[in-house]
């Protein structure tokens, strides 16, 4: 199926009359390796081994994580962008009450799905050395819900040129483009992979204040990857944290900060939920909190 066919995912009455949220993401048993030789090994040392997650739609969630624990790579499965070795990775669509409509589609095998997440940030996704405005022309082709007006509107708001190419431009205004092409994509599903990396601090509130104006109005399944976890924690309302390549913790973010404040001692916050986790033996992993 062409990613411009038409799709529940993908209707333009999606995004113009605000209709339901995003779609709910689903692992299932996901483990990832590179290469084959990489595969031969016991999957408990595969980058991402037994991931099992149900990401709620119309939510944002974050993932938390330390140095090598598998963000990236756990992000790029979930976009289409790496085949998982074994394990499923599916959306499923839901209506207006958050309930599922039936339509089931595997992310790897299926073009729509594909088409329906985003992911930017670290990985670097528009031509260097092409002005940004041909990257606006090719993505205006291949998203079907692009929004070209919507883009020159981000990229004049984070102070950038739609003539400059991303070869010449910083690594905080580089970022700032990427979060421009993220928020004018209007996916369902945004994947955003440390991309406020590098902004000034008038970029990234202004980055935050539209993604949280676009989330009230088209409620877009989100997942947040950041090592600046204090100045994304009021966003977050859900979060998964990773450790040795699987799932450490996952659930509401309040009641995870709960599950790791001590007696009698201050609300944990989500850094020490990360540091908790991340700490935590193997045998203690996968914990769920409603």
Not at 107 to 114: G, L
Not at 133 to 150: F, G, K, M, V
Request: glycine fraction near 8%; charge should be negative.
């Amino acid at each position: 199926m062409s990613p411009r066919t038409a799709h529940p995912l993908l209707e333009p009455r999606r995004v113009l009359e605000g209709l339901g949220a995003g779609p709910a993401l689903h692992l299932q048993d996901v483990g990832y390796a590179y290469g084959p030789l990489a595969r031969r090994r016991s999957p408990q040392y595969w980058p991402l081994h037994d991931v099992s997650l149900a990401l709620r739609p119309g939510v944002v969630t974050g993932l938390l994580g330390r140095n090598g624990a598998g963000k990236s790579t756990l992000l790029d499965v979930a976009a289409g962008l790496r085949r998982p070795a074994r394990g499923t990775v599916t959306l499923t669509d839901v209506d207006a009450e958050a309930r599922p409509t039936g339509t089931t589609e595997q992310v790897w095998d299926t073009a729509a799905a594909r088409a329906a997440t985003c992911l930017l940030g670290t990985r670097r996704a528009l031509p260097a050395s092409l002005p940004v405005s041909t990257s606006i022309r090719l993505w205006e082709a291949t998203r079907p819900l692009w929004s070209t007006q919507d883009a020159h509107r981000y990229l004049r708001l984070f102070d950038l040129d739609a003539d400059a190419r991303p070869a010449r431009l910083s690594q905080g205004q580089r970022s700032a483009v990427d979060a421009a092409f993220a928020l004018a994509s209007h996916c369902p599903v945004l994947l955003l992979d440390e991309v406020h990396l590098g902004m000034d601090a008038v970029v990234r509130r202004r980055f935050w204040d539209a993604l949280l104006e676009q989330y009230a109005a088209e409620r877009p399944t989100i997942v947040i990857a950041s090592h600046e976890v204090g100045e994304v924690a009021d966003l977050l309302e859900d979060v998964v944290v990773l450790a040795g390549g699987t799932v450490a913790a996952s659930g509401d973010a309040d009641a995870l900060r709960e599950a790791c404040t001590p007696a009698s001692g201050p609300l944990a916050d989500l850094t020490d939920v990360l540091e908790h986790y991340s700490q935590a033996p193997a045998t203690d992993r996968q914990r769920r909190v409603p």
